[in-house]
């Protein structure tokens, strides 16, 4: 598979501002990196996951979770609080019948403030904004 086009344009810089935001705006890393690789395997974002496994890992992520993130609804392992952003993030991802059901929203307002829950909205927009970049330009995964 080719590269199509570079996506590091002016707009990659704005892009880049809303990522310091996210990084910046008192959130868990871990918990950001795991809606990030979740994200990025609901949209088949290969150069994505391949990146946020192991950042997740580097955030304090365990390795058990890392693999069985996207099977996070049987898992055993993860917190109410990793429970309810990931339920948001595929909820917000996928918007199935054009709506995040309220039952989500339930469960993201029991675990997060107002704000936290606005920045992880903004998270989940960012990482499908990447997602979608990566896949239209094919850029590949770096390996090595």
């Known amino acids: 598979m080719t590269k199509r086009f570079n996506y590091q344009t002016d ?10 935001y996210v990084q910046g705006c ?7 990196e795991l809606i990030r690789l979740r994200i990025s395997q609901i949209n088949g974002c290969a150069y994505c ?5 192991p950042l997740a890992q580097q955030n304090g992520i365990s390795t ?14 993860f917190s109410e609080r990793e429970l309810a952003a990931l339920a948001w993030a595929e909820a917000v991802t996928a918007l199935r019948d054009a709506e995040v059901p309220d039952f989500v929203y339930q ?31 094919r850029t590949p995964p770096e390996i090595g």
Request: aromatic share 8%.
């Open 11 to 20: 707009g990659y810089q704005a892009m880049y501002g809303l990522h310091q």
């Open 26 to 32: 008192g959130l868990d890393h871990g918990l950001l």
């Open 49 to 53: 996951i391949n990146m946020h496994a």
């Open 64 to 77: 058990v979770k890392v693999h069985l993130v996207a099977a996070w609804k049987e898992a055993n392992v």
């Open 107 to 137: 469960l993201a307002k029991a675990q997060f403030t107002e704000n936290e829950l606005s920045d992880l909205t903004l998270a989940v927009a960012e990482m499908n904004a990447w997602n979608r970049l990566m896949i239209a330009s």
